[in-house]
């Protein structure tokens, strides 16, 4: 059995206000458990007591509690109350959220991201980056959080890896970016020249994608410098902006 | 007011067994009816009574009413009545399905899906392949039904350009198209050479994907002839699939 304080606690970490006041949030599945544990500060991990045999549950209670990390379990009564995106997976840890500074993401090429609104969207964009190796990413303060766990799942571990930074000013942050650390920034946009086959010397730059509907805010589309387009043969009328941002990815 | 006859059917075709009863599917949204309208057999339109006037709600009335197509008004309580993906779209037709052959895509490149449960990455992938100028395209049996509402949505329109063969068994199929249309078999595997920046002579080439959790089945792995990797250096363990086919199909 959970104390209600716990439920309480863990119900109000599905809503980002509370995410942001405890600087908490959470990770659902054995998957992602055993991901935040080896990657992350995990707080407190929270098990269905009927599951705690599953081998793969089981290796996380280990690792949680080598850690010292402290493992409450859970009964049917409890599932019933506790939020979760699907039904109860097992399995979910509080995680700690990292300070992330615009300086500590000025280390190599940086994903900008401005108004996204789909959870799958970002959480794939994240682990797009990760799979290519950038872990520098910038998001606006106008996208989903972050920390949403159907983003944190979308992700398949890789938010641990990365440094993900929450714009408050993305066109000031930007132009910081630019005047202070002399990076240049990168857009895709259907009048830009064709993708190439590589883009190189990547160090130094900004990519920035915008909303699904509407693109780059004009606000924004004042800091590009350069403009690519991804040549398309049939009649679609765009790409999922996940699909582009990886079609981009995949040539750095 | 819809007659209890018409929601009964609307609530039918959500279902996969019923889809292929009636040979019938549903698209959603002004934007899909649209172009269900431009590109597909439309059978019936249905439109919610008090947003007849938006403009691109009349628009789609006033196509359907020039091609001769029933539309249907109704109420409050019938959109209480009507399944849909999300709350009733103000706008959605019953569209024919096309009947497709396997001849019928063995002309030019073809993207061959084993095992694709998420309606979202069906219908990105179906997107993607269209966006690229690809309309041939095989789902397996056991992959999620292409016609169900979900993926209907996620294809922004492509499916109304496509060319799906749902197949009946996936490897005889593959078989019959590299004997007898001397077709070459291409997958994305872990162990594969380096995806190369451009692949040609794409014209008898099919382009195989298996599931999101297991890849392809041993049994498919069988009729695979050339295998590339997507090279990553990061830690993340994998790409979505939606993402990796698209990063194959933006080089060809």
Redesign the interface.
């Known amino acids: 059995m959970l104390s209600s304080k716990i439920v309480k606690h863990l119900n109000q970490l599905q809503e980002k206000k509370y995410r942001r006041e405890f600087g908490e949030y959470i990770v659902e599945g054995f998957k992602g458990v055993g991901e935040a544990l080896d990657h992350a500060e995990v707080v407190m991990v929270v098990v269905e007591g009927n599951r705690r045999g599953e081998i793969e549950i089981a290796s996380c209670i280990h690792k949680a509690e080598a850690q010292g990390i402290p493992v409450e379990f859970c009964g049917r009564k409890d599932i019933g109350n506790i939020k979760t995106t699907d039904t109860f997976p097992g399995i979910l840890a509080v995680v700690d959220i990292p300070e992330c500074h615009l300086e500590d993401i000025a280390d190599g090429p940086i994903i900008v991201l401005e108004n996204i609104k789909d959870p799958?969207n970002l959480g794939?964009i994240i682990?797009?980056?990760?799979?290519?190796?950038?872990?520098n990413i910038m998001v606006s303060e106008n996208s989903v959080d972050h920390y949403n766990p159907k983003v944190v799942r979308?992700t398949?571990?890789?938010i641990f890896?990365s440094k993900i930074y929450r714009s408050h000013h993305i066109r000031t942050e930007c132009e910081e970016l630019k005047n202070k650390f002399g990076y240049s920034v990168t857009s895709l946009d259907i009048e830009g020249a064709p993708l190439p086959?590589?883009i190189t010397n990547t160090e130094r730059m900004i990519f920035l994608f915008g909303s699904e509907s509407h693109g780059l805010s004009p606000e924004l589309e004042a800091v590009v410098d350069v403009r690519y387009t991804?040549p398309?043969?049939?009649?679609?009328?765009?790409?999922?902006l996940?699909?582009s941002a990886?079609?981009l990815m995949?040539r750095l």
């Open positions: 799958g794939t682990r797009t980056a990760d799979w290519f190796g950038i872990t979308s398949m571990g890789s890896r086959a590589k991804i398309g043969k049939g009649k679609a009328e765009s790409l999922n996940a699909i990886a079609i995949s």
